[in-house]
């Protein structure tokens, strides 16, 4: 028993189509998140040298060299990349430190294993850290080790190979 030409260019045309869907779908799961426009934003200024304010010094943005200040802004970037992450996946969840059954989760980048882990806490809060609800983290921790979320090596959140 035989297949036909006509069964074997149908069977071809629905290879080639299933093809075509799993490169769509590939092409996505390698493709970088970026965090949702939106109408707010933050910032702050180039590094330069010259203007001293006030406002710049007590809210920490002042540093003492130029190398401090790229270093500090890069930082900045990292950890307002991974705050806005949180805020588009993590919906309305706030951190409550008067609730002490409230679990809050951070990710942390293991080197020995080279791998991103998420962590869990419910009473202690580590300044600079961006935390989030445990389903956020998981998706974050998943996201970084896939590489769809890349943020900057110099805060070492980029594992060097």
């Known amino acids: 028993m035989g297949i036909t030409k006509s069964q074997i260019e149908s069977r071809l045309r629905e290879a080639e189509r299933e093809?075509?869907?799993l490169r769509v779908y590939l092409e996505q799961a390698?493709?970088?998140w970026t965090p949702e426009g939106g109408w707010y934003f933050t910032t702050f200024r180039n590094v330069c040298k010259g203007h001293t304010s006030k406002a710049f010094s007590c809210r920490g943005?002042?540093?003492t060299t130029r190398a401090a200040a790229e270093l500090a802004q890069?930082?900045?970037i990292s950890s307002n990349l991974l705050q806005a992450y949180v805020d588009e996946h993590c919906g309305d969840w706030v951190a409550d430190w008067n609730d002490e059954d409230q679990r809050k989760c951070s990710v942390v980048f293991s080197f020995p294993e080279k791998v991103w882990r998420y962590i869990k806490s419910r009473l202690i809060l580590e300044a600079g850290v961006v935390y989030m609800?445990?389903?956020?983290?998981e998706k974050l921790r998943d996201d970084l080790n896939s590489g769809r979320v890349v943020t900057n090596a110099r805060m070492n959140l980029i594992p060097v190979k």
């Open 30 to 32: 390698n493709k970088h």
């Open 19 to 21: 093809c075509a869907e």
């Open 74 to 76: 890069e930082r900045m």
């Open 133 to 137: 609800n445990e389903e956020c983290a």
């Open 61 to 63: 943005l002042e540093r």
